[in-house]
């Protein structure tokens, strides 16, 4: 499991629809609204 880093919810890595590659680091969100803001920074 790892966290979404734009609201804090646990999620788990297979099953994950939304992700992205940021400096080396995979993160995961939990809908696409938090994939969004996340891209937008
Ligand atoms: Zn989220």
């Excluded at 880093?5 to 629809?17: L, N, Y």
């Excluded at 992700?19 to 803001?37: H, P």
Aim: with cysteine.
């Amino acid at each position: 499991m790892t966290k979404d880093p734009v609201c804090g919810m646990e999620i788990d890595e297979k099953t994950a629809e939304f992700s992205t590659v940021k400096n080396g680091k995979k993160y995961y969100f939990c809908s696409e609204n938090c994939y969004n803001k996340f891209n937008k920074k």
